[in-house]
Antibody
Framework: EVQLVESGGVVVQPGGSLRLSCAAS????????MHWVRQAPGKGLEWVSLISWDGGSTYYADSVKGRFTISRDNSKNSLYLQMNSLRAEDTALYYC??????????????WGKGTTVTVSS | QSVLTQPPSVSAAPGQKVTISCSGS????????VSWYQQLPGTAPKLLIY???KRPSGIPDRFSGSKSGTSATLGITGLQTGDEADYYC?????????????FGGGTKLTVL
């Protein structure tokens, strides 16, 4: 069964740091790019970051650029999101999602259940 | 303010048909495939439609997608109470101001 399981979400103070993890199973992890997507309480989906299959290319939303770093360890089938200088507006449920990118097409075909990050003093 | 514009809510009776629109521009929908995601209450999003009009395995043919120019549409026929959810469109965006991937603001479907 294809599965993504996020972890690492906690309550953190403004200005603090946190690292989220996403454990993948059931598919060949290093064949696929991966996304992080977040959802603030009662709000819609917001794309956060994308990493290529080999980690060689990374992309970020303007709202997190310079503060968040996406990375992966293909030997551990794991995806990460290092979050620094956290702000109240970063409070959200963070999902990892498997990216399908082929023949000019792109979509997210598998999603984890998410991990909650709360930034509050 | 989302780059892709969806109606905040739609509603219809069980058994009826509903459509959800997703409006963008040439930097996103106009030159890229659109996908749709269903988020049932309290759950993670799930892929519903990809490449404008294709359904993943297990998605019933009551769900359909189409694209014309810079707009896309999700259609749902034979509405069931279990279809009550938030629906999001998504696609690439090549505009520097938008970010690499964009979602619509989401549409809440109520089955009356």
């Amino acid at each position: 069964e294809v599965q993504l399981v996020e972890s690492g979400g906690v309550v953190v103070q403004p200005g603090g740091s946190l690292r989220l993890s996403c454990a993948a199973s059931g598919f060949t992890f290093d064949d696929y790019a991966m996304h992080w997507v977040r959802q603030a309480p009662g709000k819609g989906l917001e794309w956060v970051s994308l990493i290529s299959w080999d980690g060689g290319s990374t992309y970020y939303a303007d709202s997190v650029k310079g503060r968040f770093t996406i990375s992966r360890d293909n030997s551990k089938n794991s995806l990460y999101l290092q979050m620094n200088s956290l702000r109240a507006e970063d409070t959200a449920l963070y999902y990892c999602a498997k990216a399908v990118m082929v023949r000019g097409s792109a979509y997210m075909d598998v999603w984890g259940k998410g991990t909650t990050v709360t930034v509050s003093s | 303010q989302s780059v892709l514009t969806q109606p905040p809510s739609v509603s219809a009776a069980p058994g009826q048909k509903v459509t959800i629109s997703c409006s963008g521009s040439s930097s996103n929908i106009g030159n890229n495939y659109v996908s749709w995601y269903q988020q049932l209450p309290g759950t993670a999003p799930k892929l519903l439609i990809y490449e404008n009009n294709k359904r993943p395995s297990g998605i019933p043919d009551r769900f359909s997608g189409s694209k014309s120019g810079t707009s896309a549409t999700l259609g749902i026929t034979g509405l069931q109470t279990g279809d009550e959810a938030d629906y999001y469109c998504g696609t690439w965006d090549s505009s520097l101001s938008a970010g690499l991937w964009v979602f619509g603001g989401g549409t809440k479907l109520t089955v009356l």
